[in-house]
């Protein structure tokens, strides 16, 4: 299975607000809400931000959002943070248990 | 928490087991899995299993060639690496699954093969 399209960088100065899509196809994206997104910073362990295209783990901030329209799906983060300068990946079921992941987006907080 | 080891420099066509200690929930109710990621490149879903540890899953790649299996009596997540090859390289985390996701996640052990 292919890995899902994400833009390889965006940025925003802080305070703004910036999307990140993740494309796919009707066999994952589209197929399933179980699209979730992971934040990495340089050296580290990704972190869980999001699951079911919406939903928000305990801890996460607000700011962060997702939505899904047909084959892409999208993270948005609003009212930019330093902090949030990092890679970005989605992932998506993709049936017949298994799992495929996003090339990744980095993240640069101007 | 999840811990990983035995990570480590190797040549084409040996074998390596990883290991994950799981501690802070209740691992023998958790399905796990093994996520990949190459030096400087995305992460790769590599392995799933269920909690009882009957099914498993892999990516076509890694397929014949590793074996992820669990003991729960000591809280651990392994994987099984036979016949590595240099595009095998990478840190390596065991990841808990959560409503098809991974919520939790080790902090990642490296392995490199080279000859």
């Known amino acids: 299975q292919s890995a899902l399209t994400q833009p390889p960088s965006a940025s925003g100065s802080p305070g703004q607000s910036v999307t990140i899509s993740c494309t796919g196809t009707s066999s994952d994206v589209g197929g399933y809400n179980y699209v979730s997104w992971y934040q990495q910073h340089p050296g580290k362990a990704p972190k869980y931000m999001l699951y079911e295209v919406t939903k928000r783990p305990s801890g996460v901030p607000d700011r962060f959002s997702g939505s899904k329209s047909g084959n892409t799906a999208s993270l948005t983060v609003s009212g930019l943070q330093a902090e949030d300068e990092a890679d970005y990946y989605c992932c998506s079921y993709g049936g017949s248990n298994n799992w495929v992941f996003g090339g990744g987006t980095k993240l640069t907080v101007l | 928490q999840l811990v990983e080891s035995g990570g480590g420099l190797l040549q084409p066509g040996e074998s390596l087991r990883l290991s994950c200690a799981a501690s802070g929930f209740t691992f023998s109710d958790s399905f796990m899995n093994w996520v990949r990621q190459a030096p400087g490149k995305g992460l790769q879903w590599v392995a799933n299993i269920n909690p009882d540890g009957s099914v498993k899953y892999y990516v076509d790649s890694v397929k014949g060639r590793f074996t992820i299996s669990r003991d729960s009596a000591k809280n651990s997540l392994y994987l099984q690496m036979n016949s590595l090859r240099a595009e095998d390289t990478a840190v390596y985390y065991c990841?808990?699954?959560?409503?098809?996701?991974?919520?939790?996640w080790g902090q990642g052990t490296l392995v490199t093969v080279s000859s």
């Open positions: 990841a808990r699954g959560h409503v098809h996701s991974f919520d939790i």
